[in-house]
């Protein structure tokens, strides 16, 4: 092999008798994306088993415009002999005098042999150097079935390169590590935002802010005089969930909704026991007697969120205030018209004189203002741990492993890729923007600087495998039979589709548990995975290495179902719940009060965050929000990676599956007063990418 002048065969096979030669009609696909074409001169060499073309230089009938976004081009390539079965393809560019070097997006090439074989070729990449760039037959290969020397040479080449271009970095000690990068211009091209999503999230976070600049409440650091004036900043941007939750925010009914339903069910669990230091009585929570605790808990109607990851966490100071956040132990009751009822409240983690526990039956305000107390400890509790460390700290971290350890022809890679898409560049811009020293979350929110970093270090040590499964997260917290839980209907049928998706494909491809053992790269990526992302910690249950079809299968369904279905279940509703503050407030200004009979509306709106920090929430989780509009669904795959039949196939049932899911969904939320739409998969993006 002389891979110094490209070429995997002696010169002399090229020098054989040319009295008949044999054509290869290749056809070059440019992909559909703006700033794809290219006008630089483009070249190709087929290489095969039994040999390799020229070097050929692709042009045409269409010349200059032959590779033009969303156009093909064809040309013949002629041997002087077959080459045999062709194992892959050489790219590269050149730029022509005066004209610049510019990028180019290939999608795929094609190439019809003279047999009548047609080979493709999967690219779906960003050329922008004058290098030459190797790309395999599309057809999926393990490591250990890759024999041919030509793709073991250019396997090992590829990954050798990944291992270059995606390193590790460590953000702050304590949490998943994160790719290495200094800016998205370090970013490999192929994983950084298109131009239409970069336009767009520029726009979209640019116009909040300044529209609330324009109106003077995003410098303004006084207080809110009252709670209808919080319309000034409310009316700017309205969802029709937003809307209801304006109406509805103060009662209990909603306020129980929420824990099932919000953007954070995965907190509440069956109490059957209390906490000893939750000493609720049975005559403070049913002083009627219609119940009886003990009888309520046994029978499974009884429920608990307890915030204890936010006991003692140091807050941040706004606008020169103290902020607060309390750790509250929150119990709920299943009534018999099914809906789930706060009984009890409690702020901090320690039962005295000084933490008294509140109940529906105290004043109006008292009892709001303990529920208040709780939806602010709910915005930390959401944002740190089930959202940014649970989907897309853990994203990036399954991302950064594959493209580090997972060449394109195996199959894991072509699984997986679609479900990589933008989350790296989404999560450095948390990382600058809203989780930096000088980040939105950092100045704005009572848990921001080193109450951050406290949660998200605690949230990972409390982490398991099992929690990150949806199965046996509900049968864990013992939610199985709790009605009106639309996260929890939707959320395994989502679950049992794309593992069935998964069982199909990894199954055509591993015929035994052995296979799965000696596959080195995909060792390799779940060991990274164990390293880098759960940091070494065998308490999580996170496996180390895989020994089996179903350990795999079952990762892997967990990998695609936090990075589209779990996110999108704690993302898209952001701004729904939390674009009325009162309801969500990213911080409070004044301690919770020590006794009862103490507050009132004045106390609760010193309490709530101020103008501009209600500003900056609103704006944030606006963008947050925001749809992209070249948003991917669940299961659309519109780079085709695989080239065999049956995952094909395979691809056409999961999207089936899918639609049938969402029709279904549809139809239940139109007799459904607050419509559950997050795990619709049409309304389900395949990737971590906002």
Known sequence: MTAENGSFFPTRILLLSRTKMVNYKVTVYTGDLAGATTLNNVYIKLVGTDGESQRKWMTGLKGATAFIAGEMSTITVSCPTSLGKLVLIQLDKQRLPLIPEDSWFPAKVEVKSPCGDTYKFPIYRWITDSEVHHFREGTALRVFEDDNHLGAYSREKELKQRSKDYCWDVFVEGIPHCIKVDNPLDLPCEVRFSFTKTTEFAFTASTGLAELNLKGLAASKESWSNIDDINRVFWWKKTEISDYVQEHWKEDAFFGYQFLNGVNPMLIRRCSVLPSNFPVTNDMVFPNHQFNLAQE?????????????????????????????????????????????????????????????????????????????????????????????????????????????????????????????????????????????????????????????????????????????????????????????????????LWKIINRFVQGILEHYYKSDTEVQKDSELQKWIGDIFEHGFLSQPSTGIPQRFTTVPELVKFVTMVIFTGSCQHAAVNSGQYDYGGWMPNTPTSLQQPPPTKKGTTNEATMLKTLPDVSTTAQGMATLWLLSKQSSDFVPLGQYPEEHFTEEIPRQLIKDFQAELKTLSSEIKERNSTLEIPYTYMNPAEVENSVAI
């Open 297 to 493: 808990m046994k029978n499974g109607n009884i429920f608990l969120c307890d915030y204890k990851r936010l006991d003692g966490v140091k807050t941040s100071i706004i606008n020169e205030k103290k902020q607060y956040l309390m750790a509250p132990l929150v119990l709920l009751h299943k009534t018999p018209d099914k809906r789930l009822m706060p009984i009890a409240i409690q702020l901090k983690q320690t039962p005295t004189d000084d933490n008294p526990i509140f109940l529906p039956t105290d004043s109006k305000y008292d009892w709001l203002m303990a529920k208040i107390f709780v939806r602010s400890a709910e915005f930390s509790e959401h944002e740190l741990n089930v959202h940014l460390l649970r989907t897309h700290l853990l994203a990036e971290v399954f991302a950064v492993s594959l493209l580090r350890n997972i060449p394109m022809v195996h199959p894991l890679y072509k699984l997986l890729i679609p479900h990589t898409r933008y989350t790296l560049q989404i999560n450095f811009l948390a990382r600058l923007r809203l989780i930096s020293e000088t980040g939105v979350f950092t100045k704005f929110t009572a848990s921001g600087g080193e109450g951050m970093i406290t949660i998200l270090r605690r949230s990972l040590s409390s982490m398991t495998y099992r929690s990150l499964c949806i199965p046996e997260d509900i049968a864990d917290r013992g939610l199985e039979t709790v009605p009106n839980f639309y996260y929890r209907d939707d959320g395994l049928r």
